[in-house]
Structures are given as structure tokens and as C-alpha cells.
């Protein structure tokens, strides 16, 4: 039962969007999903409640005073293949609690420098998660996000994460279909599945299903 992070310093680099797609590609490929919304707006569960589609079906929200996150992963990971859970921004002590639950950080970035400035942050949450628990987990990944590659930040911004020494997973663009298929409700995959939106989620999942595999 692997249990994903999707976190990130700084709000508005696609975290939300980001677990939400997986949740649906990983439903995909036959999976059982849990998607824990740890963050105090509660964007998942406001998405999921837009529709009647898959997010409707597997998000819950985690209250702040509630169980400390790490049992509520655990718990759901009891009736998952897989739990995602969406972290929020400004808040370390949650991001930290996640890695030291978590067999996978994802951490998105968008290409402003101040994108790759909050990046450090939760790189450094991650490391020092790992350290603390005398292990390789969590593995850690960045996720080149909301990116548009009409421009040079865009299309640098895979060599500027490569730089900081973690691997780096397919991108994500920055397109208008993904916040359509928020307001349906709707993961991008039920909302346009020929879209390349779609197509890029999907490339991310297989990548990211790869690691989880090892």
C-alpha cells in the first residue's frame, strides 16, 4: 500500500491538480485509491464536490485538530492500493508529518525563480524526514508543473530542477482544460481524455508507478 505526497512550500504550483489526476489514472489502471485532503482550503474536496465523478468517490478531508495525519494515512491505506494525500502550502509541520509517512514525495514546481526558491524548502522537510526515519523512503521527485514552454523559464526549468540533484518527472503544462475539468467536477481524464493534458497525466502516473514498482 503505497502512500504518495504531493507537497510543496509555496501555494498555486499545481499540488491539488496534480493528486487529483494521479487519483484518477491510478483508478485507471485498476486501482483502489484513498486521497487524504490535508490542506485547510480543502481545493480537493471542493473539486470533487463540483461532480458526481471519481473524486467524488475517494477524497475525504483531514481536519487540523483531528488525528495527526499519519494515522489517517494508514487508516486509509487499510482499504487502498494506493492514498495520495495533497499537502498545504506554509505549513511545514504537515509536509513533514506526510514524509515521515510517506513511500513517495512528489514535489511540483512551477518555473518562477521564487517557485524553485520554495522548492528548497520542502526538499530540505523531505531529506530531514528521511533522516529521521534512517531510510531511503521517503524517495523524493520533482514534478516540473504548470509549465508553458513558449517561454525560457518554461523550457528550463527540468535542467534548473536536474541541477538541485533529485530526479525529475515528465511535466505538466499549463492549460486552461485543467481548470475546466475542475469546475465539472471532473478529473482531466473523464473531462477530455484526448486532450494532451490527459496524455501528460498520463505519462506522469506510469512514471511515477514505475518508481512505486522498485
Not at 65 to 92: F, K, W
Not at 98 to 123: I, N, R, T, Y
Not at 125 to 133: D, G, I
Not at 164 to 188: H, N, Y
Amino acid at each position: 500500500m503505497p502512500i504518495i505526497a504531493v507537497a510543496g512550500r509555496k501555494g498555486g504550483i499545481g499540488k491539488s491538480t496534480i493528486a487529483g489526476n494521479l487519483a484518477g489514472e491510478f483508478a485507471a489502471m485498476g486501482r483502489t485509491v484513498a486521497v487524504l485532503d490535508a490542506d485547510p482550503q480543502h481545493s480537493l474536496v471542493a473539486w470533487a464536490q463540483q461532480g458526481d465523478g471519481l473524486l467524488a468517490r475517494c477524497v475525504s478531508k483531514v481536519a487540523g485538530d483531528g488525528e495527526p495525519l499519519r494515522s489517517v494515512a494508514r487508516q486509509a491505506g487499510r482499504n487502498a492500493d494506493i492514498v495520495l494525500i495533497d499537502t498545504p502550502p506554509g505549513a511545514p509541520e504537515v509536509v513533514y508529518e506526510a514524509a515521515l509517512v510517506s513511500d513517495l514525495m512528489l514535489l511540483p514546481c512551477g518555473p518562477s525563480p521564487l517557485d524553485l526558491f520554495a522548492l528548497k524548502e520542502a526538499l530540505s522537510l523531505s531529506l530531514k524526514a528521511r533522516s529521521t526515519r534512517r531510510s531511503k523512503k521517503p524517495r523524493i521527485r520533482f514534478v516540473p508543473s504548470r509549465v508553458s514552454m513558449s517561454t525560457n523559464l518554461g523550457r528550463s526549468l527540468a535542467s534548473s530542477l536536474q541541477d538541485m540533484g533529485k530526479k525529475v518527472l515528465p511535466p505538466i503544462g499549463q492549460r486552461v482544460v485543467l481548470a475546466e475539468a475542475v469546475a465539472a467536477g471532473m478529473t482531466v481524464a473523464e473531462f477530455a481524455p484526448t486532450s494532451q493534458a490527459a496524455e501528460e497525466f498520463h505519462e506522469l502516473a506510469k512514471a511515477v508507478d514505475k518508481i512505486l514498482k522498485k
